[in-house]
Structures are given as C-alpha cells and as structure tokens.
C-alpha cells in the first residue's frame, strides 16, 4: 500500500489532530477543587466553563502487533466515542487518488491515542498496549472497508512512531477475532479546540457540524460575563486562606493516593560475600512501566534502600542488617529488560 503522502507535510502525525491524553493526577485535583468551595460570607463565583470533556469510548476491536525488531507483543485497542468528530466522509476510490497522488491532502484522521501501558494478555504475560479512538461512523467505515483499515494501520504505526518512538510491525498486524479490547479501556479527555480546528477543516460540513461550531465559539466567548469584579479586602484574604488550604488538601490527597496506589515491584536483593564478610548489598526491581532512569528516584541511607516511581506507582523500601557507605553506590536502569540494578557497599567492621 502506498505511503499517504498527505502526512508528509505535518510536522507531528497528530499535531492538527485530537491530542493524546494523560490521566495524571493533577487532572484529577483539577477537577475536584477547580469549582472552588463557599468560603463563609465570600460572594460565589461561577467557574468558567471546561474546555474539555473526559469520555470513555466504547469498545470495538484489539489489533495484535509486534514491536519491531523483537517478539515483544504490542496491542491497540480501537475503540469510538461520538465525541470525536468524524473526518470527511470520502469513498474507497477517493482514497486510492489520496494514496496515489504526490499532492499534500487535507483529508485527516481525527483520533485520541493514550499513552502506551503495561497489562497482561491471555497467557497472563505483561504486555504492551494503547487505546486509539475514533468515530463510531468511521469506525464502521473501517470495519466494512480493507483499504481503509489498512491504510488506517499505516497511520496509527506512524502515529506510535512520532509519538512514542514505538515501532511496530504493520505487516504482522492480527485483529483479535474472539476480544474487542484487552486489559481496561481508560478514559480520554477530549478538548473543544481540538474539536473545533478539525470541524473547521470540513469542505462540506453538516448542519450537525456547523450547529457543533457555533457552540464550541460560544464557548470561548465571554458569555455576557462581567469580566472585571471589585474585590474587597475581606474577600481578598478570604480567598488566599482558602488558596492555602487547597494547597495544603491537595498535598496530602497526592501523597495519599501516592501511597494507596503504590507497589512494590518484583525484587531481588542479595547480599555478596567477600571472605566472611558481607561486601556489597546488590537489589535488582523490574519495573516494567518505566521509561528512563529519570522517572525513579533513589535514596540510599545508612540502612535502607529506597526506590520510587510516583508517575507509574512503583514503591521499594527495605531495610538491610548492614551499615552501608553512601558514597560507594551504583545504579544502573536498563532500558530493554527494564531492571534497575542497585550496588552499595557495606562499611567494613575493622
């Protein structure tokens, strides 16, 4: 199949595109303070409107690939949520003249890719995957039609690549027959910018779409709001004591959620002998989400060794029956098993 030439001129596959989205937990202490409490005698405050929408798209089919160069598997779920537009609705023949022409095209893929994660698969094996969404009407476009199904895997294996360095092999794609989806499909959030750049690229946009337009601009608009508002001193300090306060709860809610959903990653720790002494503390932890040395952090004091990743919920914290030299330590994250290895000396007793 030939190359869609159409990408060559983005600078980012899904630049133009829906964005893809992260479920981290600042979105979350967002969401919960960003309406603001009643301060006692404090005048109320409508917030401005969301410029997002968090959805969870409804499941279609799992496509099983393979990492390129490796026999690691990688599987797509392709789901679809009515909240993602639709691109133009072209026929088959209209996206062979696409494919053949050496002209840039318009013609585009809204779609919502999450971020790459480790699950398991039937065999109960960790394993990649990612969730990409679409429209339910383009959806059963590809369902339907080969060529936009492969040409729809083209894009997504390019999409990986810009996005995630995450090569695949197109040509050992599968889709699952017997799943729709594996491990759980997570929740996107859909920005109305986004929405609104693609529906603005429509060359014959619907009635539903120009309808869509017009209340995504409204939306951006000041809505008849009185934009400047005299605050009294009172009401100033009112609400930098209840600025404080947040600050203080949204602390110790992502500490809490830190700890509650943190886990201890698979170990090994041993100690080296050298004649009748213990020599060296060794630590080895698969920690399979991680990406880089920059997502851990390491502590390792007199008699611990303390190992965190807040941003995958990874939490390794031992005690040894050994003093050890904090200055005599090496760690070492290998990127391809993904194991951390940590070697810290043991103060000689003489």
């Known amino acids: 199949m030939a190359k869609p030439n159409f990408l060559d001129s983005d600078d980012s596959l899904l630049e133009k595109n829906l964005k893809f989205i992260k479920n981290e937990v600042e979105e979350e202490l967002d969401q919960m303070f960003g309406s603001g409490g009643n301060a006692p005698n404090s005048t109320t405050v409508t917030p401005p409107p ?6 969870t798209p409804k499941p279609g089919f799992c496509i099983k690939s393979f990492k390129l160069n490796t026999n690691e598997k990688y599987f797509i779920n392709v789901c679809h949520t009515e909240e993602i537009p639709a691109p133009d609705d072209i026929t088959e023949e209209e996206l062979t003249e696409i494919l053949q022409s050496d002209e840039p095209s318009s013609f585009r893929i809204p779609m919502s890719i999450s971020e790459p994660r480790i699950t398991k698969d039937k065999s109960n094996n960790p394993c990649d995957a990612c969730d990409i969404a679409v429209n339910p009407k383009f959806f059963s476009k590809l369902e339907k039609s080969i060529l936009f199904k492969d040409f729809f895997l083209a894009l997504i294996a390019e999409a990986l690549s810009d996005k995630y360095n995450v090569q695949i092999k197109v040509d050992k794609c599968i889709i699952l027959s017997n799943r729709k989806f594996i491990g759980t499909l997570v929740a996107h959030r859909i920005r109305n910018n986004d929405v609104k750049t693609v529906l603005e690229t429509y060359k014959n946009p619907s009635s539903n779409d ?13 809505h008849g709001r ?12 009112q609400m930098k004591k209840k600025t404080e306060e947040l600050k203080v709860n949204s602390m110790k809610i992502k500490e809490e959620i830190s700890l509650a959903a943190s886990t201890v990653p698979e170990f090994k720790l ?3 002998v050298k004649g009748q002494n213990v020599d060296e503390i060794q630590a080895e932890l698969y920690m399979p989400k991680c990406i880089s040395s920059s997502e851990i952090v390491l ?16 939490l390794f914290d031992k005690f040894v029956n050994h003093q050890l030299d904090q200055d005599r330590v090496n760690a070492v994250f290998d990127k391809t098993n993904k194991m951390l290895q940590v070697r810290a000396s043991v103060v000689s007793a003489s």
């Open 50 to 55: 969301r410029d997002f929408k968090i959805v």
């Open 210 to 222: 120009k309808d869509l337009l017009a209340k995504l601009n409204s939306k951006s608009g000041s």
């Open 226 to 237: 009185q934009l400047v508002q005299e605050i009294s001193e009172n009401e100033l300090n």
């Open 270 to 272: 041993r100690a080296k």
């Open 299 to 314: 502590y390792v004091g007199e008699d611990r060794i303390l190992v965190e990743s807040m941003k995958h919920g990874y």
